[in-house]
């Protein structure tokens, strides 16, 4: 199995930054891709971004784009996600995610493995 654990949320003023780590644990090497969602009080968890592992193809959530660019180093098993130009609206709890199968990576349930979430703040 593989384990995944953020790092990184914060509170910071509109207009700010901020990274988020995640660091995946276990069997690594059956890692596909790796994802970030979010999940703001009463809403459902939505996508960010997500990265295949070998080929680096990213994926981002038009909301996002321009503005969140997601990373992966491979030799620390750990996948960022820079975060600019953040506005209230990206205000949520982050969540990290792993999978081990091929598929879009776009929607929870193409992951496996999940972080416990780290919370992001942003202050108009």
């Known amino acids: 199995q593989v384990q995944v654990q953020e790092s990184g949320g914060g509170v910071v003023q509109a207009g700010g930054s901020l990274r988020l780590s995640c660091a995946a644990s276990?069997?690594?090497?059956?890692?596909?891709?790796m994802g970030w969602f979010r999940q703001a009080p009463g809403k459902e968890r939505d996508f960010v971004a997500a990265?295949?592992?070998?080929?680096?193809?990213?994926y981002y959530n038009d909301s996002v784009k321009g503005r969140f660019t997601i990373s992966r180093d491979n030799a620390k098993n750990t996948v960022y996600l820079q975060m600019n130009s953040l506005q209230p609206d990206d205000t949520a709890v982050y969540y990290c995610?792993?999978?081990?199968?091929?598929?879009?990576?776009?929607?929870?349930?193409?992951?496996?493995?999940w972080g416990q979430g780290t919370q992001v703040a942003i202050s108009s």
């Open positions: 995610a792993a999978t081990t199968n091929w598929n879009q990576m776009i929607v929870p349930a193409d992951y496996s493995s």
């Open positions: 276990g069997r690594t090497f059956t890692i596909y891709g």
């Open positions: 990265i295949r592992w070998n080929s680096r193809i990213t």
